[in-house]
């Protein structure tokens, strides 16, 4: 069974605070992960990807991925309103064809 | 241009209706697929289509047909829907089934079957 889980929330910060959401996924030989922001009523949109142990960042959006902890995550600096959305973490194991997704972190960045 | 295009972006079909959901792209994937999302949930996915053959079914119900007609092209045909089908249809593609790479997703079709 592949999962991948997040905490539903919501998470809410305040206006130019860091956000941080988090993500741990079952299957070890997972390899890539990515974080999709979704606004409500629409499609997900991808924002980071992330293959190697380590941190990736770019922009206000760092990624996270620790391979032994199986443990991924998304810190967001100086939050905006404009944030506040629905985070989605997806693994996908080598030769998948599919994303295994979790359930949504909910953000919302208080004024 | 990474983009992914689906229309139409909304669609309201009575059960006995037979309709078409088109989903386009233009970055040379080779891999296209289709995901339902209902609220408040993530999506879930439907088919794979690899190199214009279809290689996965998630056990969809055959009131659900897909077609590829080119490597750009996905459809997504609808006969006798329910209203338990009524959601968020995303097309999404990769570079390749089965690769590391970042799937893209389209701007969905909200679909409501009445």
């Known amino acids: 069974q592949k999962e991948v889980e997040q905490n539903s929330g919501p998470l809410s910060v305040p206006e130019g605070a860091i956000a941080s959401l988090n993500c741990t996924y079952s299957d070890r030989v997972s390899q890539s992960f990515f974080w999709y922001r979704q606004y409500s009523g629409k499609s997900p949109e991808l924002i980071m990807s992330i293959y190697s142990n380590g941190d990736k960042e770019d922009g206000r959006f760092t990624a996270q991925l620790n391979k032994a902890s199986q443990y991924v995550s998304l810190l967001i600096r100086d939050s905006q309103p404009s944030d506040s959305a629905t985070y989605l973490c997806a693994a996908k194991p080598p030769g998948a064809n599919n994303l295994f997704f979790g359930t949504g972190t909910r953000l919302t960045v208080i004024p | 241009d990474t983009e992914v295009t689906q229309t139409p972006k909304h669609l309201v079909m009575g059960m006995t209706n037979k309709k078409s959901l088109k989903c386009e792209q233009h970055?040379?994937?080779?891999?296209m697929y289709w995901y339902k999302q209902k609220a408040k949930k993530p999506p879930e996915l439907m088919f794979v289509y690899s190199y214009e053959k279809l290689s996965i079914n998630e056990s969809v119900p055959s009131r659900f047909s897909p077609e590829c007609p080119n490597s750009s092209l996905l459809n997504l045909h609808l006969h006798a829907l329910q209203p338990e089908d009524s959601a968020l249809y995303l097309c999404?593609?990769?570079?390749?089934?089965?690769?590391?790479?970042?799937?893209?997703f389209g701007p969905g079709t909200r679909l409501t079957v009445l």
């Open positions: 999404a593609s990769s570079q390749i089934a089965g690769g590391p790479g970042e799937q893209f």
């Open positions: 970055m040379g994937h080779r891999a």
